[in-house]
């Protein structure tokens, strides 16, 4: 199994990103993805989940902000991040728990400053 992130950058506050999380080696429709962040020193946080059904559930910090979809024909998951703040700076990982396991993406960096 394996989780591909990518599209994260440097970008000024007010900015916008599109993260992408491709999965291979699972059956990727059944499982639900999520977008977690980590700055130094702090426990990785959970930002956003798409379910298998499509439901979609954000921390406060991200509601009205940013958006999680989910493509299951590409097998690939969206955070569309909207009005970044400095505070969003962090790397971002997907997630998805399956066969009983963790698996995580390799991380991508976004950066929100002037």
């Known amino acids: 199994v394996q989780l591909q992130a990518s599209g994260g950058g440097l970008v000024q506050p007010g900015g916008s990103l599109r993260l992408s999380c491709k999965a291979s080696?699972?059956?990727?429709?059944?499982?639900?993805i999520d977008w977690y962040r980590q700055t130094p020193g702090e426990q990785r946080e959970l930002v956003a989940r798409?379910?298998?059904?499509?439901?979609?559930d954000y921390t406060d910090s991200a509601k009205g902000r940013f958006t999680l979809s989910r493509d299951n024909a590409r097998r690939s998951a969206y955070l569309q991040m909207n009005s970044l703040k400095p505070e969003d700076t962090a790397v971002y990982y997907c997630h998805t728990y399956a066969r009983s396991s963790n698996f995580w993406g390799q991380g991508t960096q976004v950066t929100v400053s002037s």
């Open positions: 080696g699972i059956n990727f429709s059944i499982y639900a």
């Open positions: 798409v379910t298998s059904g499509g439901r979609t």
